[in-house]
């Protein structure tokens, strides 16, 4: 038996302004908006959701609210990559501009990866170029 990865859940405290952040950082959906939940889904899965099985469709995010700020470094954290033809400074620096910010987790200053943090401290990485 195994279970079907669903969704990535990630607490907030503006879940509008950070669902919003999110799906224009992934070129995402925004397919549910309520005061206390925020559901955005690739938007392939939308396309394509008829024709593929339930079980083989990828993982949305979903923002709830939360009252406190995040306090620690994530234990888990999402790793994202330009496209080949992609220029990864460009598209940090495209992140910073929108409100991202650069972390130091430890990495050393050789890593081919940055880290940086969503507009309320969630670390994430931004790979070199891939496939």
Request: charged letters at 25%.
């Amino acid at each position: 038996m195994s279970l079907r990865w669903y969704t990535i859940v990630v607490d907030c405290q503006d879940v509008a302004a950070q669902a919003r952040w999110w799906a224009e950082t992934l070129d995402w959906r925004i397919v549910y908006e309520a005061d206390d939940e925020v559901v955005i889904v690739p938007q392939h899965a939308l396309d394509a959701s008829r024709n593929i099985p339930l079980q083989e469709q990828g993982p949305g995010m979903v923002f709830v609210p939360v009252p406190e700020g995040r306090s620690v470094k994530n234990r888990l954290h999402i790793d994202l990559a330009p496209e080949p033809h992609d220029d990864r400074a460009v598209q940090v620096q495209g992140l910073l501009d929108r409100g991202a910010r650069l972390a130091d987790v430890g990495q050393r200053s050789d890593a081919t990866w940055v880290v940086l943090q969503d507009p309320e401290g969630n670390e994430f990485c931004v790979l070199s170029p891939r496939d």
